[in-house]
């Protein structure tokens, strides 16, 4: 036999080597057991997270509903984004923008337990407290909000995070065995597989009824608030709205409804969770420069006192040109000059010494209102009703703020429940110091309701219809121009008031083909909408509105 082959063969047959296919058996059993108890430990990491918020919840029904977790990080986030990326998120995400946040938050939530659950697996004590940091981060972001009530508000985070830490520690102890090595091999030894299983469902139990008696106990303050609205009954106007004009609504399919259902009417603000306030226990404080004497207010105080009712188009200074932030309403209310002529406030204009009003609402929000926009005549009002019912919860009930003519962040204060004369100088609100304008009248502007961007109408006559708006100031005109050519009178609807939109329509001779249809206003003071494109930061977007259409 040749020696080559006596050399292959005589170490298989010596003995010293283990037979392959076991070594495979065994490699492969250690490799899945590494994989469940992986994949074991990271699920150990979402049931502690879990576990922290739905305690979290729980205790915050002690404290406030606004102090969980979620609502105060995602309120902490709010406040810290940068105007332009608020903006950002407002123009694609509308309404829905604090659902994406919640989401978002919920998210990264899971990621990170994901991962600490991981990191626990080999350094069980460092996962935990990374589970009791976040905890540390959401008390932070508690006790930072506008509304805080002190460090009370940090405890449920706190206790959350190390329920969840504790947790974790106990389910990662079930995974955790000793190894024993066997020559160069290295085995597992057997894990808690049966108290693992009864731990974690233990906890997941747990957590969920936990998370249940929370949202039960902070949905009572809802429940309240509800019952209260409910129960009230507005008295009927001292002053009423003058009736509106008959032809102020055109009968044109597609336009908006010249008054808006409260149920579609825009809703923009920063509240996470909308404030649910019990009418009952409500106050409003009036003080500051200037005020002679402080003046504290209830909800009953105010639908005692005489009330004006009155037709007013508002509109947010998020609203890009031809956008949907703008809507009409009946608002009854009372009359703002007349309490601060009660508490003895002067306008600027008359030698008083405060220029800026500061409203705050019941979430910490804070708006800078110029006193002599309330003062001059105008229909500014702390409003109790919105087309004839008292506003609903996310419009600000009880009480908020309505200035005819200056944008939204401003003047509208919603669930206000302090008034503070300061000035310009003094004091910087919310939205100032995020590097918007102190003073924002509302601009000229008219957008296209119909026909849709990229509609296809046929040939023919094709009615062109939108609104247009100048608060305050009230509109004259409305043009259109086709393509690049002239530009045309449209037919005007009845005007409401100076601060109400106005419809306007225009009877087009459609040709086949793409066009590109824009119009432009005119107010009453003889201002023609600016051609100029803004965006919305600082003072409100400007610009025509255009959309492009093809016709069939």
């Not at 601060?499 to 087009?508: G, I, L």
Request: charged share 20%; glycine share 10%.
């Amino acid at each position: 036999m040749p020696a080559g082959a006596v050399g292959v063969r005589g170490p298989m047959s010596s003995g010293t080597n283990p037979p392959a296919p076991r070594l495979r058996m065994t490699t492969v059993r250690i490799t899945r057991t590494a994989l469940t108890r992986g994949a074991l430990a990271a699920l150990s990491g979402l049931l502690a997270g879990f576990a922290s918020l739905t305690f979290a919840e729980l205790v915050s029904a002690a404290v406030r509903p606004e102090a969980s977790p979620v609502t105060a990080v995602g309120g902490a986030a709010i406040d810290r984004t940068p105007a332009a990326v608020k903006d950002w998120a407002i123009r694609n995400f509308g309404e829905d923008d604090k659902l994406v946040l919640q989401a978002g938050i919920l998210l990264t939530l899971a990621l990170f337990a994901l991962a600490v659950g991981l990191l626990a697996r080999r350094h069980r004590r460092t996962g935990a407290a990374a589970v009791l940091l976040f905890g540390v981060v959401g008390t932070a972001a508690a006790v930072s909000r506008p509304d805080s009530t002190g460090l009370v508000d940090g405890l449920p985070s706190l206790l959350g995070a190390v329920v969840g830490a504790v947790l974790l520690y106990v389910l990662i102890g079930r995974l955790t065995a000793p190894h024993r090595i066997a020559g160069e091999q290295e085995h597992e030894a057997g894990w808690d597989r049966r108290g693992f299983l009864i731990a974690a469902t233990a906890a997941a139990a747990a957590s969920t009824a936990a998370g249940a008696v929370g949202r039960a106990l902070n949905g009572r303050s809802a429940q309240d608030a509800v019952a209260s609205r409910e129960a009230v009954r507005l008295p009927a106007p001292d002053s009423p709205a003058k009736p509106l004009p008959a032809g102020a609504q055109l009968r044109v399919r597609g336009i908006s409804p010249f008054t808006t259902p409260n149920d579609t009417f825009y809703r923009v603000d920063t509240a996470l969770v909308i404030p649910k306030v019990d009418a009952g226990s409500w106050r409003l404080r009036i003080h500051g420069r200037g005020v002679r004497r402080d003046l504290e207010f209830t909800y009953q105080d105010l639908l005692s006192r005489p009330l004006i009712e009155r037709e007013i188009t508002l509109t947010c200074v998020s609203n890009e040109v031809g956008g949907p932030y703008a809507g009409h309403a009946r608002w009854i209310g009372v009359r703002l000059s007349d309490l601060l002529n009660e508490a003895g406030v002067r306008s600027p204009s008359r030698g008083g010494p405060a220029d800026q009003l500061v409203t705050r609402s019941v979430d910490g929000m804070t708006l800078g209102t110029p006193v002599e926009d309330v003062m001059d005549g105008r229909d500014a009002m702390l409003a109790v009703g919105m087309n004839g019912e008292p506003l609903p919860l996310a419009h600000g009930f009880p009480v908020r703020m309505v200035v005819p003519g200056l944008y939204g962040y401003v003047s509208a204060c919603k669930w206000i429940e302090d008034i503070e004369l300061t000035t310009f100088d003094d004091y910087d609100p919310y939205w100032v110091k995020r590097e918007w304008a102190r003073k924002a009248p509302i601009k000229t502007q008219s957008r296209i309701d119909t026909p849709k961007p990229f509609g296809r109408p046929e040939a023919g006559t094709v009615m062109v219809a939108g609104v247009a708006w100048a608060q305050h100031r009230g509109i004259e005109k409305v043009e259109i121009r086709v393509d690049e050519g002239p530009w045309r009178p449209a037919q005007l609807a009845e005007q409401g008031t100076v601060d109400t939109w106005r419809q306007w329509s225009h009877p087009w001779k459609a040709t086949p083909g793409g066009h590109t249809l824009t119009v432009r206003a005119t107010d009453r003071t003889g201002e023609v909408q600016t051609e100029k494109r803004t965006k919305t930061v600082p003072d409100g977007a400007s610009g025509w509105h255009s959309v492009v259409v093809t016709v069939e």
